[in-house]
């Protein structure tokens, strides 16, 4: 199943400190591992008054989804939570020159 999960600052954090945590500490490793393996097989950066990251998520289930999300450090230490929803297929649009 695809997922897409959509962050946002948990309740108290502000986008200082969530640029500080992704300053200092990137992508983990066990995120790109998550990449690697095509479980996360897109994903974004936000920019704009609400920070955070847009992933795209291939699991059998959304209580897989929701337990890799769970997994990720910026979630354990209470920094971002997710809406997770269903999705169907996704297309990319190229444009011409």
Do not use: C
Not at 8 to 27: K, N, S, V, W, Y
Not at 72 to 82: K, S
Request: zero cysteines; aromatic letters at 8%.
């Amino acid at each position: 199943m695809r997922f897409m999960a959509n962050s946002r600052p948990a309740d108290g954090i502000t986008a200082g400190q969530l640029a500080e945590f992704f300053d200092e500490h990137g992508f983990s490793a066990a995120a790109w591992n998550l990449v690697r393996h095509r479980v996360v097989t897109e994903y974004a950066l936000k920019v704009g008054d609400v920070p955070g990251v847009v992933l795209f998520l291939e699991t059998e289930s959304a209580d897989e989804a929701t337990a890799v999300l769970a997994g990720l450090t910026a979630v354990q230490q209470g920094l971002l939570t997710f809406d997770l929803d269903p999705i169907g297929k996704t297309m990319s649009l190229g444009v011409g020159s």
